[in-house]
Each structure stands twice: as C-alpha cells, then as structure tokens.
C-alpha cells in the first residue's frame, strides 16, 4: 500500500536529481521503519522519532519533500556535490506558468560546506491561495532546477499532481 502512495508522489527531475514528497503515510512508514530497525519501544524515544519526522508533513498550504541528488558511483557523487554547491536553491514547482516557487531549504540544519552540497536535502514548497487553487484544478504543474551546472524541467503527470493535491487545502 504505502509503496503503491510513495509511486505517484515521486518527481525525477534530469537524471539524477528526484523530490520525494512526503506527507503523513510516507511519515508514519518511515517512523515504522525507524522503530523496527531500532529497536525502540519506550514511549518517550517513540515521541522523539514522531517529533523529529512530523515536521516533513505538509499542513496544507505547503509541499514538503526530500531532494536527492543520486549518482551511482562515489567518485562521480563526489565530484558531482562539489559541483553542485547551492543547487537546492534553484529547485522550484511553477503553476500554470505563474512566478516559480523557490523552496525553503534545510529549515533542520545546514546541509552544505564551503566544498561541497549534501546528497539529501529538505525542502518547503509555500503556495498562494491561487496556486493552491491551480493545483487542485485544471492548471499545468512543472517542476525543475536552473543551476548552472545541472538544469532541467518536468511536467507533472495526472498521477503526481493529483496526489499532491491531496496535501493543499483550498
């Protein structure tokens, strides 16, 4: 089930940058898992978990995601991060061809050193009431980055902008 949820809220943007947008399924999963590998059981290490991931729900006038930048190899991945310093800026979701949505980034703690980028990063989407309105309705949703050494653009399939309307609140 959740994998079938997780399916339609994946945005691969290029070749080796994907959004995982999350939201109280994916969360809840996550936690699961956390606790089992974990082995935690005591309530109060079980509210610390919860804590630490409900952040990355969305709370219906934002979209929240984990941005990966994957390269299969560790040397490419290294060169890769090094190349890529702010890219988490130039990330951005556009309705309808309105002015382009620019993420808040890593609100937990800073993710990039003077050399390098991280490979994960969180990001916020804050939409306007129009946009939100756009979503839900007939509007075009794209998705992209504009970096100068990486720079590509998506379209969102029904699928995914569909499931993350579920996230927005009129």
Known sequence: ????????????????????????????????????????????????????????????????????????????????????????KAVWLQVNGNERIRPIANEDLERETSDKTSAVHFLRFELSSEDIAGFKGDDSVSFGIDHDVYSHQIDASPEIKQALAADLQD
């Open 1 to 88: 089930r959740v994998l079938a949820h997780k399916a339609n809220r994946r945005v691969e943007i290029g070749p080796h940058a994907t959004l995982y947008f999350e939201d109280a399924l994916t969360m809840q999963y996550q936690v699961q898992e956390m606790l089992r590998i974990e082995r935690i059981f005591e309530a109060d290490q079980i509210q610390e978990e919860l804590d630490a991931y409900n952040p990355l729900i969305p709370d219906g006038t934002n979209l929240k995601a984990t941005f990966m930048l994957e390269y299969p190899e560790v040397a490419e991945r290294r060169e890769a991060l090094a190349r890529l310093l702010g890219v988490e």
